[in-house]
């Protein structure tokens, strides 16, 4: 039996997974391998490192002290240079260096306490890549590239950006890995927003959540069938912006308590792609 811990993208919305694993540590659900794509690449990262309940509660301290400046620096000479089209990206990926630099407890990812796989993007084929080995802070800052936002990284000779891009939350290479027992950790979707994102990095994150969460249901659906996936129910309703980080703690709250209700009352079974869909509050 193999557990594997797979968690989604969905930028400042990666502070409810926080949230989620903060209940499932305390429960003693841990996993053999973790897969992340995104900044569940980054939280996988952390939880590689070390998965008791003082590991986790460090990194929800870390979340709440997040700005949006701490992840996309925006300077007028990136901007300008990337919109006029003499650079393929808006802001610089320094700022998620820095942090991964300063918190990541290994250097290698083959050298992680837990194995850690991460899910990027090859921008030539279109094809998802899943990294396991090589420096971590370049394979999770791949898959953390968001495209024309953050610049893409390259590592082995291949051109790589976010994971999100096809595979936001690689329940297929949990599978391919071996894995029995699939926790799927959704960041969700803002579903009900009250105005229109002013950023177009507000616009963009939103698009982009809206998109994968549909083909998570697919992927949920299908897998199914060949293993034992339990999706931790997303937040729900949820008016947060993808790209506001002023609200992960009352995320991280929200999912720790809503994430206990869900395991206390024993609701995981099939038909959990209803949990991803698109839909509309009274």
């Known amino acids: 039996m193999t557990t594997a ?6 930028a400042s919305l990666g502070a409810i997974e926080v949230g989620m694993l903060q209940t499932l540590i305390e429960r003693g659900i841990r996993p053999d391998i973790i897969v992340g794509t995104s900044v569940g690449a980054l939280n996988g990262a952390w939880l590689a490192g070390g998965s008791t309940e003082a590991d986790i509660s460090e990194l929800a301290d870390l979340w709440r002290g997040l700005k949006r400046s701490s992840v996309f620096p925006t300077t007028l000479f990136t901007g300008f240079t990337g919109f006029v089209g003499i650079g393929n990206h808006l802001v610089s990926n320094h700022a998620i260096r820095r942090l991964l630099e300063k918190h990541l407890r290994f250097e290698r990812m083959e050298d ?4 850690l796989h991460v899910v990027a993007t090859d921008v030539l084929t279109g094809r998802d890549v899943r990294l396991s080995a090589g420096p971590a802070v370049d394979a999770v800052t791949a898959s953390a590239a968001l495209p024309g936002i953050l610049p893409p990284v390259v590592i082995a000779g291949r051109t790589l950006m976010d994971g999100g891009v096809v595979n936001n939350t690689p329940i297929s290479h949990a599978i391919e890995l071996g894995a029995t027992t699939v926790w799927v950790l959704p960041t969700g979707y803002a579903c009900t927003l009250s105005e ?8 963009g994150l939103l698009g982009v959540t809206l998109a ?9 659906e299908r897998y199914e069938k060949v293993a034992d996936i339990r999706v931790v129910p997303p937040l729900c309703p949820l008016d947060t912006s993808p790209a506001d980080f002023g609200s992960a703690d009352e995320m991280i709250n929200r999912a720790r308590e809503q994430t206990a209700e869900w395991l206390d ?3 995981v079974g099939t038909g959990q792609a209803i949990l991803l869909l698109p839909h509309v509050h009274g």
């Open 5 to 10: 811990f797979v968690l989604s993208g969905g």
């Open 112 to 115: 992680a306490p837990i194995p």
């Open 196 to 203: 229109v994102p002013s950023s177009a990095l507000g616009m």
């Open 212 to 220: 994968v969460n549909q083909r998570l249901a697919l992927d949920v």
């Open 265 to 267: 009352e024993e609701r």
